[in-house]
């Protein structure tokens, strides 16, 4: 896969990512929903944190501010060390199938670096009232934005028998995460690295493991 595809993919997912996220901002309240299908939802939250909502100052002894500063900054680096990767497998000429990953890996990572860096600057807040870009009242600073998500798929919402043991009579729902186009795009990657592995990390292509090289040859002479 060539620099100039990879870098069309990229493009192209972070359009279709910012596109909807400023567009949840800007015509949605915090909290406001829409059902799409019994199973699919459009449900705008904010996320401050981590994956799954996750944040630094559960874990470590920091106030919620420097740790979303460390949390934004560590994603700076990340994404630096993101596309050093994919330059580089790019310039080795690995699998397509391996810089395919890394790109949409490389996409849903800057996807939410933007929201983290640049929201708090460009976008009012969204508690009762439908944001405003480029607001002259904006809710943060830069690296405080709030990274948007907005695709729910409750697939399973009902109640545990009354006969199960210690579950009984509660609620079970699948699947509460509600994340957005650039988290699909990390998981797309992960799950192409994971599912066709072989191709991933396989040989070059033209490469054959059964091609006698004149290493081969000189070394045969020798014995």
Same mark, same amino acid.
């Given at each position: 896969?060539?620099?100039?595809?990879? @870098?069309?993919?990229?493009?192209?997912?972070?359009?279709?990512?910012?596109? %909807?996220?400023?567009?949840?901002?800007?015509?949605?309240? !915090?909290?406001?929903? *829409?059902?799409?299908?019994?199973?699919?939802?459009?449900?705008?939250?904010?996320?401050?944190?981590?994956?799954?909502?996750?944040?630094?100052?559960?874990?470590?002894?920091?106030?919620?501010? *420097?740790?979303?500063?460390? @949390?934004?900054?560590?994603?700076?680096?990340?994404?630096? /060390?993101?596309?050093?990767?994919?330059?580089? !497998?790019?310039?080795?000429?690995? %699998?397509?199938?391996?810089?395919?990953? *890394?790109?949409?890996?490389?996409?849903?990572?800057?996807?939410?670096?933007?929201?983290?860096?640049?929201?708090?600057?460009? =976008?009012?807040?969204? %508690?009762?009232?439908?944001?405003?870009?480029?607001?002259?009242?904006?809710? #943060?600073?830069?690296?405080?934005?709030?990274?948007?998500?907005?695709?729910?798929?409750?697939?399973?919402?009902?109640?545990?028998?009354?006969?199960?043991?210690?579950? /009984?009579?509660?609620?079970?729902?699948?699947?509460?995460?509600? =994340?957005?186009?650039?988290?699909?795009?990390?998981?797309? #990657?992960? #799950?192409?690295?994971?599912? =066709?592995?072989?191709?991933?990390? /396989?040989?070059?292509?033209?490469?054959?493991?059964?091609?006698?090289?004149?290493?081969?040859?000189?070394? %045969?002479?020798?014995?």
């Amino acid at each position: 896969m060539s620099l100039k595809k990879s @870098l069309l993919l990229i493009v192209l997912i972070l359009i279709v990512d910012q596109w %909807s996220k400023i567009f949840i901002k800007t015509h949605f309240f !915090l909290g406001e929903s *829409v059902e799409v299908l019994s199973w699919f939802k459009i449900l705008f939250i904010e996320n401050e944190g981590a994956a799954w909502g996750a944040k630094l100052s559960d874990v470590l002894p920091v106030s919620d501010s *420097v740790g979303k500063l460390i @949390l934004t900054v560590f994603r700076l680096f990340a994404i630096i /060390g993101i596309g050093y990767w994919l330059f580089d !497998l790019i310039r080795k000429k690995v %699998s397509p199938t391996y810089v395919l990953a *890394v790109s949409f890996i490389f996409a849903g990572a800057l996807g939410n670096i933007i929201d983290s860096v640049f929201y708090g600057v460009i =976008f009012d807040h969204s %508690s009762g009232q439908m944001a405003t870009l480029f607001s002259n009242e904006p809710y #943060g600073s830069l690296f405080y934005g709030k990274v948007v998500d907005m695709l729910y798929f409750p697939m399973v919402d009902t109640t545990w028998p009354d006969w199960v043991p210690y579950f /009984g009579g509660n609620n079970f729902s699948f699947f509460d995460p509600v =994340f957005n186009i650039a988290d699909t795009a990390i998981s797309t #990657g992960v #799950g192409i690295l994971i599912v =066709f592995n072989k191709k991933a990390f /396989g040989k070059k292509p033209g490469e054959d493991e059964t091609s006698f090289t004149t290493t081969d040859y000189q070394e %045969s002479l020798k014995e």
